[in-house]
Protein backbone atom coordinates (compact mmCIF):
# COMPACT_ATOMS: atom_id res chain seq x y z
CA UNK A 1 0.00 0.00 0.00
CA UNK A 2 2.86 2.26 0.70
CA UNK A 3 4.23 2.29 -2.71
CA UNK A 4 0.64 3.10 -4.42
CA UNK A 5 0.84 5.86 -2.39
CA UNK A 6 4.12 6.85 -3.43
CA UNK A 7 3.70 6.34 -6.95
CA UNK A 8 0.46 8.38 -6.56
CA UNK A 9 2.89 11.08 -5.18
CA UNK A 10 5.08 10.91 -7.88
CA UNK A 11 2.38 10.74 -10.82
CA UNK A 12 1.12 14.35 -9.79
CA UNK A 13 4.30 15.67 -9.66
CA UNK A 14 4.88 14.20 -12.88
CA UNK A 15 1.53 15.16 -14.32
CA UNK A 16 1.91 18.98 -12.84
CA UNK A 17 5.98 19.40 -13.84
CA UNK A 18 4.19 18.28 -17.52
CA UNK A 19 1.39 21.01 -17.54
CA UNK A 20 3.80 23.64 -16.24
CA UNK A 21 6.71 22.91 -19.03
CA UNK A 22 3.98 23.20 -21.30
CA UNK A 23 2.18 26.44 -20.56
CA UNK A 24 5.80 27.80 -20.06
CA UNK A 25 6.53 26.37 -23.71
CA UNK A 26 3.17 27.55 -25.09
CA UNK A 27 4.11 31.36 -23.39
CA UNK A 28 7.52 31.90 -24.55
CA UNK A 29 6.76 30.62 -28.26
CA UNK A 30 4.01 33.30 -28.77
CA UNK A 31 6.22 35.83 -27.61
CA UNK A 32 7.40 37.94 -30.41
CA UNK A 33 9.30 39.72 -28.29
CA UNK A 34 12.50 37.13 -27.52
CA UNK A 35 14.30 36.27 -30.41
CA UNK A 36 14.74 32.60 -31.59
CA UNK A 37 18.15 31.74 -29.62
CA UNK A 38 16.14 33.20 -26.59
CA UNK A 39 12.88 31.55 -27.36
CA UNK A 40 14.83 27.94 -27.40
CA UNK A 41 16.84 28.95 -24.19
CA UNK A 42 13.72 29.29 -22.04
CA UNK A 43 12.09 26.36 -23.73
CA UNK A 44 15.45 24.06 -22.80
CA UNK A 45 14.69 25.82 -19.41
CA UNK A 46 10.99 24.99 -18.96
CA UNK A 47 11.87 21.23 -19.77
CA UNK A 48 14.26 21.00 -16.34
CA UNK A 49 12.40 23.47 -13.84
CA UNK A 50 9.01 24.84 -15.23
CA UNK A 51 8.27 26.08 -11.45
CA UNK A 52 11.31 28.25 -10.76
CA UNK A 53 11.78 29.52 -14.47
CA UNK A 54 8.34 30.42 -14.77
CA UNK A 55 8.69 33.02 -12.26
CA UNK A 56 12.02 34.29 -13.79
CA UNK A 57 10.91 34.39 -16.66
CA UNK A 58 7.84 36.20 -15.96
CA UNK A 59 9.98 38.78 -13.29
CA UNK A 60 11.82 39.45 -16.93
CA UNK A 61 8.74 40.35 -18.75
CA UNK A 62 7.58 43.37 -16.15
Known amino acids: MNELIIYAI ?10 LAG ?11 LSIREK ?5 KALIFPGYFWFQ ?3 GKA
Do not use: P
Open 23 to 33: KMYRSVHQDSN
Open 57 to 59: YKK
Open 40 to 44: NDWKL
Open 10 to 19: IFAALIGHCL
